[in-house]
Structure formats: C-alpha cells, structure tokens
C-alpha cells in the first residue's frame, strides 16, 4: 500500500521533462510539488551513440538553465568543459540544461574521394578553432577506422573485391566526442575489363556534396589513355539539362562542376536530376543528384 505518513517538499525549477508536470509520479499527496519557473517539456534532442546525452545543434536545452550565476554549480560539465559558456555562439553564456554543455563542433569539409587499384583514397579539410583529437570514418553508416594524428586528413580503404556503391562520411573527434559528419561522399566501383582483358581496371566516380545549393563536384578519374568523356546532366524525363564535359582527357583525376543551371546558364528548379558520365570504351553510369535552393 502506497505510504501515508511521508511529507517531502520538491521544488522544480528549470528542468526538461516528459510530459511536463504530468510527467512527474508521486504516490501520495503528502509530498508536495512544486513545479516552478523554467521547467519544459520538449524533445531534449539528445546525440545518440557514443556521444549519448550531449546536446545536438538545435537542442532546446540549450541556454535554458537557471541564468542565475553563483548558486554553487560545477565549474565543469561532465566532458570537462566550462559550465556557464556561449557554446552555440549566439551572444549569451548561460548554462545549459543536462550533464554536458554545448560545445559547437566543427566538422570535416571539403570530402573527397578517388579510386586506385582495390584501394578508395579519402581526403578532406579542417577548420577548428579547438583542439582535434583525430578523425573517425565511416563507410555506408558503419564506423570502419580512426585516424589519431588530427594533422592527417587522409584515409585509404582497401581490398575491393567485387563492384560496389559506398557512401563515405568523416566525423571529427574531440575527445571522446565526435562532431557532427562532413557530406557524405559516394563512391561507385566497377569493375571492367579494359583492352588487354588480362587486367580489371577499378573506375569511380563521386559527387559531392549530394544534395547541394549552389555548387556541386564531380570526381572522377581515367585508368587508360586519352578518352572521350561526355558528362551531361538529365531531368526525370531523360531530357538533357546541361552538357558539363564534352572532352578528351588524359588519363589521371579530373574535377567537374555542376552549378544548378542548363545550358543556357538558367536555374534549374529545384528535385532530383541524372548525371550521365560516359567514356569511351568503357561502362556509362547514371547517379541521381538532389538540386535543393
């Protein structure tokens, strides 16, 4: 039988809890609630993972602690950082609700990828005005590698065996905390037989970022001699949009740009398009690209 003769007092003040104050269970109305100032009710908008319970971008618990200062908090969050700081860069240094503050994160850009015999060679750029403690990579959602020195922003996957289509992202760590990942880079291997036909020759091409506003690149790389490459973007109706490359190439890596016009430089409305990349003697492939603005 529930208790009768407990008397607690709880006062709630600047709390994040679920269904608000329907959400708080007691077992008798000895013990009194109450629900004070600051107190919400929303999606705290955890991380998930490994970084479980810190606090994403667009949390609400985000400067919406007590904004009294001197109340005999912890200096430091649980990650060790500094409890009261403008973490979110919005001009206001007020604690955070939960365990850990927010630390804006900066991220990975700039992934890019390129293909070598059974090998994909991802390289990428850093900007971050806090101290890196690597990098961690993943492939098709899956963590496979971390690289520990922050000054190395490249990583090979190996050992190919068969065609594929994978997709690559690159998430900074800080600590045991990671940053949100850079654009997803996506890699597709063929494998085909080229003139000798003794010898497989490993062809990829990647489109990043996907989707994109204003500029999206297109990399891709020639294993033979010169060769007529035709790289040309489509609509939903298989009518061309726009010609990108209409060439003959070396052999070696090359570099396309998509700005989201046509052919006649107008902006192209906003969906899904086909870019067709075609090269002489070889396989065409067909990979979808979001235009969002």
């Known amino acids: 039988s529930p208790p009768t003769s407990i008397l607690s007092n709880v006062w709630l003040d600047y709390n994040c809890i679920r269904n608000g104050q329907n959400g708080v269970h007691n077992d008798t109305s000895l013990n009194h609630l109450y629900w004070g100032v600051g107190n919400i009710s929303e999606n705290p908008l955890f991380c998930s993972g490994a970084n479980a319970f810190y606090l994403l971008p667009n949390s609400p618990l985000i400067d919406a602690g007590n904004p009294q200062t001197g109340w005999g908090i912890q200096e430091y969050d649980l990650a060790g950082n500094i409890r009261i700081a403008d973490g979110n860069h919005d001009g206001i240094s007020r604690i955070d609700m939960g365990a ?5 994160l900066a991220a990975p850009t700039e992934l890019a990828a390129r293909t070598g015999t059974n090998t994909i060679h991802l390289s990428w750029t850093m900007n971050s005005d806090r101290s ?5 990579i993943y492939r098709d959602g899956i963590a496979i590698g971390e690289i520990t020195n922050s000054n190395s922003m490249n990583y090979i996957d190996r050992d190919f065996s068969q065609s594929d289509t994978l997709i690559y992202r690159i998430a900074a760590l800080y600590g045991q905390v990671e940053s949100m990942s850079a654009d997803s880079v996506t890699v597709v291997l063929e494998y085909v037989a080229n003139n000798d036909e003794t010898v497989t020759a490993l062809t990829g091409l990647s489109i990043s970022p996907n989707p994109f506003a204003n500029n ?3 990399r891709f790389a020639l294993r033979e001699r010169k060769n007529k490459v035709d790289i040309s973007v489509f609509n939903l109706k298989g009518q061309r949009v726009k010609t990108i490359v209409d060439a003959l190439l070396d052999k070696g ?3 396309a740009n998509w700005d989201g016009t046509d052919d006649y430089e107008n902006p192209c ?3 899904v398009y086909l870019i067709r990349y075609f090269e002489s003697n070889q396989s065409t492939y067909i990979r979808k690209v979001t235009l969002l603005r």
């Open 132 to 136: 890196l403690s690597g990098f961690r």
């Open 100 to 104: 850990y503050e927010y630390q804006y």
């Open 253 to 255: 890596e090359h570099l």
């Open 216 to 218: 999206t690149q297109i």
């Open 269 to 271: 409305k906003n969906g």
